[in-house]
């Protein structure tokens, strides 16, 4: 079992950067790899980044590709996303997830968070 908490989402002026945290219980956090999702108000959750179990191999979705980092530090449990260059079109609900394998697909995950709320205000 792994529970996941993430924090450091607000509200942020466009432009502007916000480094979110997911905070994973147990001793088994470097058996999963991680993903960000988020999701907007009135639309499906979409897949934003993950990283392998190694840390040695990342992935990105288009939209946020060159502005979002995703990384992980095993000895404090935690995965990281860096956002810079917040757009609008960026606010939404993200949720970090724990899963067998780096995937963009959801069903592949196990473990959610109850997920932070990032605004981007223009």
């Known amino acids: 079992q792994v529970q996941l908490v993430e924090s450091g989402g607000g509200l942020v002026q466009a432009g502007g950067s916000l480094r979110l945290s997911c905070a994973a219980s147990?001793?088994?956090?470097?058996?999963?790899?991680m993903g960000w999702f988020r999701q907007a108000p009135g639309k499906e959750r979409e897949f934003v980044a993950t990283?392998?179990?190694?840390?040695?191999?990342?992935y990105y979705a288009d939209s946020v590709k060159g502005r979002f980092t995703i990384s992980r530090d095993t000895a404090k449990n935690t995965v990281y996303l860096q956002m810079n260059s917040l757009k609008p079109e960026d606010t939404a609900a993200y949720y970090c997830?724990?899963?067998?394998?780096?995937?963009?697909?959801?069903?592949?995950?196990?473990?959610w968070g109850q997920g932070t709320q990032v605004t981007v205000s223009s």
């Open positions: 147990g001793r088994t956090f470097s058996s999963y790899a």
């Open positions: 997830a724990a899963g067998p394998s780096a995937s963009a697909g959801s069903m592949w995950y196990n473990y």
């Open positions: 990283i392998s179990r190694s840390g040695g191999s990342t």
